[in-house]
């Protein structure tokens, strides 16, 4: 009888790990859970015969030297969403995983997709699980597509993990987009007025100074504060760094300090909080994290994870200190026998409507359907205040600029009556 090695969780949702002797693969996964334990990967033991004693059951071969393809940087999600869906309708029509594996690696262009995925056909053919295999590249699949396909792999059902992976990624790639596709228009606009507004300050306003100097009349402040201003910014005063220096490297300095802040644990708390407060910004920040965490809940659930690995897994990929915070004490309270929704009203991070619709979802057994609804909302809600942020910065956006046009204007021509009058005089 084959031994089989399993990974597993218990009933407090440890993992587990062990040998158990079974006549077939789905025989192993009847006694594991027999056991009082929920497998998440389950393989047969490969036992390798001696040379000379008959074909081995060892590690595919390796790649030549000549075969291999070097490739720079990582693998994109839209790649890793395409691949999902022809997978999971090569898993439809009843193919095998390793040739499905080798059909999606042969019509890859060159690149880190196709390398993975024919290391990934490498280990399936050398005996690893399609999610072991993939567990060895978590830049290009991450533990939550793993876990995934680890619970679609033991209840039999790959295809439609599969399907629902594609479209959790689709869904979560375009609430990406919309919300950086915002953030274009007023970046570029905001980017030409500061450029404009540096070519005044170095090229136009020194040629206004030297008209006033040449007059030798008193000047009003508002035009001595601009010229002072322009001397600034084209590195002609006393200041030891130049202006143009400090508009140019100051938004580079502060990605750079962000990146360092965030690095810490202490560091990105600060700033997931200080996000969550700014005006407008905060509201849209909340929606998406909330919209985030209990679509990926609520696909981890619908596809077998076991509730508190799926809390987890969750807790690590939300990208917000907050609700990673909130989601642990939910965690906690799980763990320890209690329910879902209370730990999560008491945290405050989320609203009164998603509370209630999550203890509904409880208590009907229904968890994964109510936080897809949940989901479903908050992106629309997304969505529309996007649009609202829209229709607020473009006036906002003009106002500002017209009101710093109109000072450099209004600064440039009050001394023109007094050159004027000191021109008929003489």
Known sequence: MPTFQYEALNQAGQPQKGQIDAANNEDAIQRIKAQGYFPTNVREKKVRKKAGGGAAAGPAKKKKASEITISIGGVSQKLITQFSRQMSTLQDAGLPILRSLNILAEQQKPGQMKNVLEQVALDVEGGSSLSEAMSKHPKAFDRLYVKMIAAGEIGGVLDIILQRLSDFMEKAQALKKRIIGAMIYPAAVVSVAILIVVGIMVFVIPKFEEIFKDFDSKLPDLTIW???????????????????????????????????????????????????KVPVMGKLVKASCIARFTRTLGTLISAGVPILEAIAITRDTVGNNVYEKALQRVHDSIREGESFAEPLRESRVVD?????????????????????????????????????MMSLLEPV??????????????????????????????
């Not at 201003?229 to 202006?243: E, L, Q, Y």
């Not at 409507?353 to 989901?375: P, Q």
């Not at 956006?397 to 000191?422: C, E, K, N, R, Y």
């Open 352 to 388: 009164l409507l998603v509370v209630n619709m999550i203890d509904v979802g409880e208590e009907t057994g229904e968890l994964d359907k109510m936080l897809t609804k949940v989901a479903d909302q908050y992106d629309e809600e997304v969505d529309n205040m996007v649009r609202a």
């Open 397 to 426: 956006m003009v106002v500002v600029l017209g009101l710093i046009v109109g000072t450099i204007v209004i600064a440039l021509f009050l001394p023109l009556p007094a050159l004027i009058q000191g021109v008929m005089g003489s």
């Open 226 to 276: 601009l010229i002072n201003i322009s001397a600034w910014v084209a590195g002609n005063s006393d200041f030891p760094i130049p202006g143009w220096a400090v508009i140019i490297f100051s938004p580079i300095l502060a990605l750079v300090l962000m990146k360092l802040l965030r690095a810490s644990k202490g560091g990105r708390a600060v700033i997931d909080r200080v996000k969550m």
